[in-house]
């Protein structure tokens, strides 16, 4: 059974720092993406940062310049490095991957809080 856990979210000041980690388990083929994706209370879910296999990545405008999104493969993990936290970054984080062979998996989602 194939179980994402992420973890990292918490209670940040504007300006502050968070990582987020994700970590799939029980994946019998390679992950070729992985994404994370936001949703904010009553708004839709957004992508934030997606990688591929091969290491390119693509951000969303909001996210440039203040997030980076890197991975292990050998440990089946995506991180999300946050800084410059904003009010408006507050939302639930959510991370998906997308097999080799097709298959799409998501976390439960971790939350994210950027308040003073």
């Known amino acids: 059974q194939v179980q994402l856990v992420e973890s990292g979210g918490g209670l940040v000041q504007p300006g502050g720092s968070l990582r987020l980690s994700c970590a799939a388990s029980?994946?019998?083929?390679?992950?070729?993406?992985m994404t994370w994706y936001r949703q904010a209370p009553g708004k839709q879910r957004d992508l934030v940062a997606s990688?591929?296999?091969?290491?390119?990545?693509n951000y969303a405008d909001s996210a440039k310049g203040r997030f980076t999104i890197s991975r292990d493969n050998a440990k089946n993990t995506v991180y999300l490095q946050m800084s410059d936290l904003k009010p408006e970054d507050t939302a639930v984080y959510s991370c998906?991957?997308?097999?080799?062979?097709?298959?799409?998996?998501w976390g439960q989602g971790t939350q994210v809080t950027v308040s003073s």
């Open positions: 998906k991957i997308v097999s080799r062979v097709g298959y799409t998996y």
């Open positions: 029980g994946i019998s083929y390679s992950i070729a993406t």
């Open positions: 990688i591929t296999s091969g290491g390119i990545t």
